[in-house]
């Protein structure tokens, strides 16, 4: 524990923490070879960290108080070398450099070795006399050494009269926002537009309220699709039995309170637990699959890439 190697290790696991304590669940300690306690607690935090991530996320898609909503977006703006002309500041604040210090350096600078050798890979293959865009993941390293990683819109424009052939690159991350509330804003804009007869008045629909019994009863059936995510969900009626209510109350209920229907937000969690037993454990894809429930690997590989865009196993080489 008090070599050198070590201590950085130790020290990347408390920048991150700290972070986790601040409500920014966008980080994750970069992994090494190691086999030893520090390794596993790596794989811990960062466990950790994407789990609250994706909870938060899940309670902003629901709407609740304090939630997680804002999508902060990282811009670069590239000579066609790859250097920086320019950012957006949440850059620097985001990879925790001083205003103004990244222009003129190298792109591939601020990422971790396996996105610097793929970017490289692309500045060298990619054309340069037409415009293309695609879309991929990097990983930023940030001042203390954690990584960002981020989903990237790259966009190239090819030399164009005096100007020069530049990259666009906007990368998309969710953090914690505590400003202005703009769905309340949103709202009160609507009514006045409303008021003045700029927009048409809402129908009136029947609105369902969940007291604070309701939404406990409630949690027991999410509890049990939790616990049995590698068991085939029970019928409407026995999960309404769990809930202590009837069928008609939980279906409206469960969906009011998760935004999505039982059968919906079991399929949600087994991927959910699938992208991060891919990413941080060394079990096979198919062992991974069945834990959650999935008997078919084709089928799992299906609904995977439907939810996040790419199969399991692109996952596993880019987590690797």
């Known amino acids: 524990m008090d070599n050198l190697e070590n201590k950085k290790r130790l ?3 408390y920048n991150q923490l700290v972070h986790i304590a601040n409500g920014n669940f966008s980080y994750q300690i970069e992994r090494t070879d190691q086999n030893d306690a520090l390794e596993a607690l790596t794989f811990l935090v ?37 250097q920086i002309l320019r950012t957006n500041p949440k850059v620097e604040a985001l990879l925790n450099f001083k205003e103004g210090t990244l222009n003129g350096c190298p792109f591939a600078q601020f990422l971790e070795k396996r996105s610097q050798r793929g970017w490289k890979k692309l500045l060298k293959a990619a054309p340069k006399d037409k415009i293309w865009e ?9 001042r203390s050494g954690l990584l960002l990683p981020a989903h990237c819109h790259v966009i190239y424009f090819p030399e164009h009269r005096e100007k020069n052939g530049t990259f666009m690159v906007t990368c998309f991350e969710l953090v914690k926002y505590n400003g202005t509330d703009q769905g309340f804003l949103q709202k009160k804009l609507k009514k006045q ?3 003045h007869g700029l927009l048409p008045r809402p129908e009136k629909t029947e609105t369902h309220i969940l007291h604070a019994m309701d939404m406990e ?9 939790m616990d ?12 309404a039995h769990i809930c202590n209510t009837n069928e008609y109350k939980f279906k409206k209920g469960f969906k009011e309170l998760f935004g999505m229907t039982a059968f919906q937000y079991q399929k949600h969690e087994r991927l959910r637990k699938a992208h991060i037993l891919i990413e941080h454990s060394n079990k096979t894809i198919l062992a991974i699959a069945r834990t959650v429930g999935f008997k078919k690997g084709n089928h799992f590989t299906r609904e995977f890439k439907k939810r996040y865009g790419y199969t ?8 690797k």
């Open 46 to 82: 960062n466990s950790t960290t994407e789990e609250l991530r994706d909870a938060f996320l899940h309670q902003g898609f629901i709407k609740l108080h304090n939630s997680y909503e804002m999508v902060v977006q990282l811009y670069f703006e590239l000579d066609n070398k790859g």
């Open 193 to 195: 537009l409303q008021a």
């Open 228 to 239: 049995n995510l590698d068991m085939p969900l029970p019928s409407i009626r026995e999960l």
């Open 312 to 319: 399991p196993s692109q996952l596993r080489k880019r987590s």
């Open 217 to 225: 009863n409630l949690r027991k059936a999410e509890r049990y699709i």
């Open 134 to 142: 695609l879309t991929l993941e990097l990983s930023f390293s940030e």
């Open 11 to 13: 020290e990347h696991i």
